[in-house]
Nanobody, 118 residues
Framework: QVQFVESGGGLVQPGDSLRLSCVVSGSIFSIYGMGWFRQAPGKQRELVASITNSGRTNYADSVKGRFTISRDNAKKMVWLQMNSLKPEDTAVYYC????????????WGQGTQVTVSS
């Protein structure tokens, strides 16, 4: 079973930046699209950014121009650079297959908490 382990979250002020990391194991990784998802309290999980195996990216309208997703197939890692953070970005962030690859519903990790507050 594929495993996703997220890290890098924290408590920051509006306008600050964070870089989230995801390490993938139990997968050949390089053939799959990857995504970053987030879930705020009482809300559904939503896809915020995705990247195909060849590096094409897509972003939710709410984060366009502020977030950047990247990957390294050799390291089997995915990152999410988050700039100009807003309070509404507060959520638990998860990585999984995404974009043109369907998420593995059995393999959601614990995620990493991002809290944006002044």
């Amino acid at each position: 079973q594929v495993q996703f382990v997220e890290s890098g979250g924290g408590l920051v002020q509006p306008g600050d930046s964070l870089r989230l990391s995801c390490v993938v194991s139990g997968s050949i990784f390089s053939i799959y699209g990857m995504g970053w998802f987030r879930q705020a309290p009482g809300k559904q999980r939503e896809l915020v950014a995705s990247i195909t195996n060849s590096g094409r990216t897509n972003y939710a309208d709410s984060v366009k121009g502020r977030f950047t997703i990247s990957r390294d197939n050799a390291k089997k890692m995915v990152w999410l650079q988050m700039n100009s953070l807003k309070p509404e970005d507060t959520a638990v962030y998860y990585c999984n297959y995404g974009g043109d690859t369907v998420p593995d519903r059995r393999s959601w990790g614990q995620g990493t908490q991002v809290t944006v507050s002044s």
